[in-house]
């Protein structure tokens, strides 16, 4: 292998990696704001037409369930999608990223973080392990198989608070 094809075999490593971190990334933006103002096309997009969305363990398997196709995951999120919007607040956080690329296939994984509000005002932690393969397809990477396994969760109370952040009094530094 000349230089030229190694040079350019890592360039399309790095390139399908990016591609795959922005697709992950757009998906959490779009559930962050989960509503009846929601691109469901673009959010159904983000999978390819034969994708599978599944909960995994016992815990996500009876609550999520799974779904196969674009169509059927874009119908479970058009569940959350009606008035009044399920999620008062909701911020996904991801971290561990490992991102494998193999030609036009590629495996990521993360552990996410999530804080909820629902619109009951009732709110919720969750941790859970995103294991999910990406394929390119139309010339784009999309999620070809996306599951998530709680690791942990719990109800808590508002995360929001008008209290005010302890600082250091200003007055008394030199």
């Not at 999620?87 to 996410?112: C, K, P, R, Y």
């Amino acid at each position: 292998m000349s230089t030229v094809q190694a040079l350019e075999q890592r360039l399309h490593y790095f390139e399908s990696q990016q591609a795959v971190r922005a697709c992950m990334n757009r998906y959490m933006v779009l559930c962050d704001a989960l509503d009846a103002q929601t691109p469901l096309d673009e959010l159904a997009g983000l999978f390819t037409h034969e994708a599978v969305w599944e909960g995994k363990g016992a815990k996500y398997a009876k609550s999520f369930g799974g779904y196969r196709g674009r169509e059927a995951i874009r119908a479970m999120f058009a569940t959350y999608m009606k008035p009044p919007a399920h999620f008062a607040l909701n911020v996904h956080f991801l971290t561990s990223e490992l991102i494998e690329v193999a030609g036009d296939q590629a495996t990521g994984s993360w552990v996410m973080l999530q804080t909820s509000t629902f619109s009951s005002q009732s709110s919720h932690l969750n941790a859970a392990r995103l294991t999910v393969r990406f394929a390119q397809e139309e010339g784009q990477w999309r999620m070809s198989h996306f599951q998530t396994e709680n690791l942990f969760g719990r109800p808590v109370s508002a995360w929001n608070s008008e209290a005010p952040l302890p600082v250091p009094d200003a007055s008394t530094q030199q």
